[in-house]
């Protein structure tokens, strides 16, 4: 089978030529090229998205509504995704970790990876959307208990609270990705967390300590760490174009787009839950009640497109929705070894992408997805 693609993002360059796959395998790039100028892309890949098509993973409590969550997705280009539970109740959490992992095996949409938690142990000084009566000390034993309920990939935490570097630990010893986020870290205590092994930055710049000049915080020392991967909202909300350009220039190569999105992600404008609290859709962007942005409403083909019009560079910005957000995703999770690359011989989890770069096709395992 013939992709029908002008070119092809195979080891981070844009290679000319049209793609052949076989028996759910990428069989040849470079072939004679076809006219129209798509492009296919490794199937992107999302590590924090928190609902989509009107389900809330935080509250989810029925296999059938992560199904609807996945097939929405792959629909939209993603073909990977690391579900995300935000701070709620310990046995809200649970619950969501287990619904996750009993829908994982099902075929059909977004592969599943492990699951994003994203708190409780976050900072009250920048608790964003996430429910302050949730928000708790990190603890080993806690976070233990969300590993016992069902697979988790990554998780964000705080690094400046006491107990933050023994939940890392833990996380560490388990093979869990750590990055920092809704944090009020100083640089010297984010750079602590970043030696000690965490990750990166969750959503730079959004619920965290920035940029005073004399006394950074945690997002100056995730663009100044060599090893820190940071994740942006690229939502045309979330981040003014001048930042995206700063940002994409300061972290070259480690730079990952993701949505944030939640229940109303592909939906109309009303009233959605993540989680515990009740948000808003209104004019693209989601709220919550006292105005504060909570999570989006994008896609990340969307993302794309808003890093390219901000004028980041279109390789760049595929691989941030590709190849750089399967990094943070460790070994034991990846749901196969070609995860956000395309190259011969790897398994077709593919994205096609018009010339406009909105979404065509999408393959999963070399099966079309109907769109």
């Not at 000319?16 to 004679?32: H, K, T």
């Not at 045309?236 to 787009?257: F, M």
């Amino acid at each position: 089978m013939r992709l029908g693609v002008s070119a092809a993002l195979v080891g981070g360059v844009l290679h000319p030529g049209d793609v052949a796959v076989v028996d759910g395998r990428i069989d040849a790039v470079g072939l004679p090229p076809a006219a129209g100028g798509a492009i296919a892309v490794p199937g992107l890949v999302d590590v924090q998205c928190n609902g989509y098509a009107g389900v809330d993973l935080t509250a989810v409590t029925d296999a059938d509504e992560v199904h609807a969550f996945r097939a929405a997705l792959a629909r939209d280009g993603v073909t990977a995704v690391a579900p995300t539970v935000i701070t709620a109740a310990p046995d809200t959490t649970t619950t969501a970790l287990r619904v996750l992992d009993a829908a994982r095996p099902a075929p059909g949409g977004a592969r599943l990876l492990g699951a994003h938690v994203e708190g409780p142990f976050l900072s009250p000084k920048r608790p964003g959307t996430h429910p302050p009566s949730f928000l708790r000390p990190p603890a080993p034993a806690a976070f233990g208990a969300f590993l016992t309920a069902g697979l988790v990939a990554l998780t964000t935490i705080a690094p400046e609270l006491d107990g933050a570097h023994a939940v890392l630990a833990v996380a560490l010893r388990a093979g869990v990705t750590v990055m920092a986020g809704h944090s009020d870290a100083s640089a010297a205590e984010a750079r602590a967390g970043f030696d000690a092994g965490i990750a990166g930055a969750t959503h730079l710049f959004n619920a965290m300590s920035g940029f005073d000049h004399r006394a950074p915080g945690l997002a100056v020392a995730a663009l100044a760490h060599p090893a820190a991967v940071v994740t942006l909202i690229a939502d045309g909300h979330h981040l003014d174009p001048d930042v995206l350009r700063v940002t994409a220039g300061a972290a070259r190569g480690r730079w990952a787009l993701i949505t944030d999105a939640t229940a109303a992600a592909g939906m109309p404008d009303g009233t959605f839950r993540l989680g515990d609290v009740e948000v808003t859709l209104a004019d693209g962007a989601v709220r919550n009640p006292d105005g504060t942005l909570a999570g989006s409403a994008a896609t990340l083909a969307g993302c794309v497109r808003v890093a390219v019009t901000a004028g980041l560079g279109l390789v760049d910005a595929l691989v941030a929705a590709t190849a750089t957000p399967a990094r943070l995703v460790g070994p034991a999770h990846r749901p196969h070894p070609d995860l956000g690359v395309l190259r011969p011989g790897g398994v077709a989890d593919v994205t096609v992408l018009d010339d406009a770069l909105a979404v065509t096709r999408v393959l999963l395992g070399g099966e079309e997805v109907d769109r």
